[in-house]
C-alpha cells in the first residue's frame, strides 16, 4: 500500500535521495555526474558536510557501478537489467555504502528501504530489503573472491573487478603499462588501477602572467603542483567560489594537461618563432588558456580551431583578454594557411585517461569506440603536419593511454613518412619517463590524468 504523501516524504533522507536522483539522470538520460550534482545540490541547498556526502555517495557509486551490479545480480539471483531502473538506482547506492563506505549496515539498508517504499511502495521495497541484508552479509573483499575470476587464472580480470574497471579497460592499461618495448611500468597495472578508483583531488592552474602558483596556493589554501610551474592542489571545497577561479586569475585543468599546454610552448624549434602558434583542437579550451597567455609572455599569437560552435564559446570565454583566435571549423579541413610554428593536436579521444575525473564514463565507454577516433586522430595529426613549418613543432596529445590512440596513430603516420618524432622528455620537468620518445603520465606515478605526449617535426 502507498503512503500519503506526508509520510513518504518524511521518510526520505535529502542527501541519499540528491545522490539518487544523480544515478538516476545518469542511467536515464546519460547525464553526467559531474554536471547534474552541482546544480541539484545549489538547488535544494544541500551544503557542506551533506553536500560531501552527498558527493562521495553519487559519485563513488557511478564509479564503482560495474562491480556493483554484479554482487547485486548475484544477491538478487537475477540479471540487473531485470531489476526495474528506479529499483537498481537505490540498490546500487545501498551496496555502494555498505561494501565502500564506513556507513554503517542498519543505516545503509534503512535509507535505501525508505528512498524505495516512498517512490514504488512496500513490495518492492521488500525486495531491496531482502537484497542489500544478503549483501551486507559479506564485505567487499568476501564478494571479490566470490565474483571475480582468481589472481591465477586471471590477473587483469580479477585486477578489474577488484578496482571497479571494466575488463577492456584494464587490458588497455595492462598494454599501455607494458609499453611499445617492453616498458618500464609493466607489472603496475594494480597501483594504476587502484588511483584509477580513488576520487582525484582538483588542480588549478595559475594563468602565466597573472600570478604564480606560490600566490595562488597562498589565496586559495591549496599546495604548489609538483611538475607544473603552474600548479596548484586543492584540498577541498568548490572551485568555483574561489575568488582567483571568478576573476580568471586561474582554471581547473589537471597538471598533465598543463604541462602538455607548456611543452607546446617550450619545444626547441630549427629557426626563430615567427609567433604564429596553433591549437587545432581547442574545445572547450584549457590548454589554449594557457598557451594563450604563454603567448601574451612570447608576443606570440595563438589559432584556436574548435568545430562544435558551443565549444567554441566556451573556448571564448576562456581566452578573453588573450592574443587568440577562434575560428569555428574541422581541424582536419581548417582553411588556416600553413606556417606555424608551434602546434597542438590535443585529439579527441575515448578520455580513458581521465576517468577518475568523470566518474560514470569507464561504464559508458566501449572498445568499438576506438576505430573511428583512431581515424579521425590520425587525420588530424596529418593535417597539422600540413600547417606546421618545416622545422618547427607539432605536439600530439591524447587523455588516454591506449595504445591505439597514442603511439598507433604517431607511429602511422611516421611509417608513412609524414614525420619525424622529437623526443618529448625534454618538454616536461619530470623525471623517470621511460626510453621516450614519447611521454606518458599516470595517475599512480604522477598524481595527473593518464595523458599521453608525443612531438613530431616534418622530416
Ligand atoms: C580532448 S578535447 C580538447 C581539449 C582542449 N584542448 C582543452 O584543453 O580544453 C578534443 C576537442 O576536439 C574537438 N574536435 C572533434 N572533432 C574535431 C575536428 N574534426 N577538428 C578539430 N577539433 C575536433 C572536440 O569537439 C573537442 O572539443
Known amino acids: 500500500m502507498t503512503r500519503p504523501a506526508h509520510i513518504r516524504d518524511k521518510a526520505v533522507d535529502p542527501v541519499r535521495k540528491a545522490a539518487r536522483d544523480v544515478l538516476r539522470a545518469v542511467r536515464e538520460r546519460d547525464s553526467y555526474a559531474n554536471l547534474v550534482l552541482p546544480k541539484l545540490l545549489r538547488e535544494r541547498g544541500i551544503t557542506g558536510r551533506d553536500a560531501a556526502l552527498a558527493t562521495e555517495l553519487a559519485y563513488g ?4 557501478t560495474g562491480v556493483l551490479d554484479a554482487i547485486i545480480a548475484s544477491a538478487a539471483g537475477r540479471a540487473v537489467d531485470e531489476i526495474d531502473g528506479p529499483v537498481l538506482d537505490v540498490l546500487r547506492l545501498g551496496a555502494y555504502q555498505l561494501l565502500r563506505t564506513r556507513i554503517g549496515a542498519h543505516a ?11 517512490e514504488a511502495g512496500q513490495g518492492p521495497a521488500g525486495f531491496c530489503n531482502a537484497v542489500l541484508r544478503k549483501i551486507s552479509q559479506r564485505d567487499e573483499e568476501l564478494w571479490t573472491d ?8 586471471d590477473v587483469v580480470g580479477h585486477l578489474a ?20 618495448d617492453g616498458g618500464v611500468r609493466a607489472g603496475e597495472l594494480q597501483s594504476a588501477l587502484a588511483a584509477d578508483d580513488e576520487r582525484p583531488i582538483v588542480h588549478l592552474a595559475a594563468r602565466p602572467g597573472l600570478i604564480s602558483a606560490e600566490e595562488l596556493a597562498l589565496a586559495t589554501g591549496g599546495e604548489v603542483g609538483a611538475f607544473s610551474p603552474y600548479c596548484v592542489y586543492l584540498p577541498g571545497g568548490d572551485p568555483g567560489k574561489l575568488d582567483a577561479v571568478r576573476d580568471g586569475m586561474a582554471g581547473v585543468q589537471d597538471e598533465g594537461s598543463q604541462l602538455v599546454a607548456r611543452a607546446v610552448t617550450v619545444a626547441p624549434l630549427e629557426g626563430d618563432d615567427t609567433g604564429r602558434w596553433l591549437d587545432l583542437c581547442a574545445g572547450p579550451g584549457g590548454k589554449a588558456a594557457m598557451m594563450g597567455a604563454l603567448a601574451e609572455i612570447d608576443a606570440a599569437a595563438l589559432d584556436a580551431v574548435e568545430p562544435s560552435e558551443h565549444r567554441a564559446e566556451l573556448v571564448r570565454t576562456s581566452v578573453k583578454g588573450l592574443p587568440v583566435t577562434v575560428h569555428v571549423a574541422d581541424g582536419r579541413d581548417s582553411g588556416l594557411s600553413t606556417g606555424y610554428d608551434r602546434v597542438l593536436v590535443d585529439a579527441p579521444c575515448t578520455g580513458l585517461g581521465s576517468l577518475r575525473r568523470r566518474p560514470e564514463a569507464r561504464w559508458r565507454r566501449t572498445p568499438s569506440d576506438v576505430p573511428e577516433l583512431v581515424a579521425l586522430q590520425r ?4 593535417a597539422a603536419l600540413e600547417l606546421v613549418r618545416p622545422g618547427g613543432v607539432v605536439v600530439y596529445s591524447t587523455c588516454s593511454p591506449h595504445p591505439a590512440e597514442t603511439v598507433g ?3 602511422s603516420v611516421v611509417a608513412d613518412g609524414l614525420a619525424r618524432t622529437l623526443d618529448a622528455r625534454p618538454l616536461v620537468p619530470v623525471d623517470d619517463l621511460g626510453d621516450g620518445p614519447y611521454v606518458q603520465l599516470w595517475p599512480h606515478v604522477h598524481g595527473t590524468d593518464a595523458m599521453f605526449l608525443a612531438a613530431l617535426t616534418r622530416p
Do not use: K, N
Open 161 to 180: 573487478f577488484r578496482y571497479a574497471h571494466p575488463r577492456w579497460i584494464a587490458q588497455v592499461f595492462a598494454d599501455a603499462l607494458a609499453g611499445p
Open 379 to 382: 587525420q588530424l595529426l596529418v
Open 146 to 153: 566470490e565474483l571475480a575470476p582468481s589472481m591465477a587464472d
Open 409 to 411: 596513430v604517431v607511429e
Open 108 to 118: 545503509a539498508v534503512s535509507t535505501s528501504v525508505d528512498l524505495i517504499r516512498s
Open 61 to 64: 557509486t557511478c564509479r564503482a
